[in-house]
């Protein structure tokens, strides 16, 4: 059914209870989950048109979680590795502050990156959908249409978070891992890695696939309003 080493990472997710419900179609989630398996193995084969035929909210439930699994697991193993491997470094060793100042320095980037999102762009995605649902009530649309765009955060959303990942782990090669104690030194590079792939494939699903999608509920939603406005 789940057919690579990376189906474990995707599913650390799913450990994490759901904000909202979602109903699940079980054999549509293991599609999910086989297809995001396939997307984790190739990044650069990613193809957007596999996820049309699943729900949005699947999506939108993905990257909430996504969002918790890095704030919650991620970052702070990545900490505990760092910890780890300074105790096997001399107080005056150029990588202990780096690393300090690096994770430091990330964990704020991430944690404003998402919380971005978590207040914004998720919020008004999950009014689209109750729009879209129920019938467009025009006071509501015209106001959020108002706060919130989905055209500037397009252009607004950068991201810089892999290039950081791939700068400290060619900052940490730079440095020889101390005899005493090899095996912290590799773990934090492994976990480097798996979170750059991470955050890779959630950038291509929210901006490939998320995005694009709500896209075309928000203009259903607008010719709607439109159409109630003329009527007025």
């Known amino acids: 059914m789940y057919p690579n080493y990376y189906t474990e990472q995707i ?48 999506i939108v439930d993905y990257i909430r979680r996504t969002h918790r699994l890095y704030l919650f697991t991620k970052l ?32 704020i980037e991430l944690s404003l990156h998402i919380c971005e999102e978590e207040q914004h762009l998720l919020p008004y995605v999950d009014f689209l959908l109750e729009m879209h649902k129920k019938g467009i009530n025009a006071y509501q649309f015209f106001k959020n249409n108002k706060r919130f765009s989905l055209e500037e955060f397009e ?36 976990q480097l890695q798996n979170l750059e792939r991470d955050l890779c494939i959630h950038g291509l699903i929210e901006d490939r696939v998320l995005v694009p999608r709500i896209k075309m509920v928000e203009s259903e939603l607008l010719n709607d309003y439109r159409k109630i406005f003329k009527a007025n």
């Open 11 to 58: 599913l650390q997710r799913y450990c994490f209870p759901a904000n909202n419900s979602v109903s699940v179609d079980i054999n549509k989630f293991n599609d999910l989950i086989d297809e995001l398996s396939h997307v984790f193995e190739s990044p650069k084969q990613f193809n957007a048109g596999v996820f049309q035929n699943f729900p949005i909210e699947f």
């Open 76 to 107: 702070p193993e990545i900490e505990q590795s760092i910890q780890l491997l300074l105790q096997d470094y001399s107080d005056e060793h150029p990588l202990l502050n780096i690393l300090m100042e690096f994770y430091s320095s990330y964990k």
């Open 155 to 190: 252009n607004d959303h950068h991201d810089d978070s892999e290039k950081n990942l791939t700068h400290i782990q060619q900052t940490i090669l730079a440095h020889d891992p101390p005899f005493t104690n090899i095996t912290p030194y590799r773990i934090l590079l492994h």
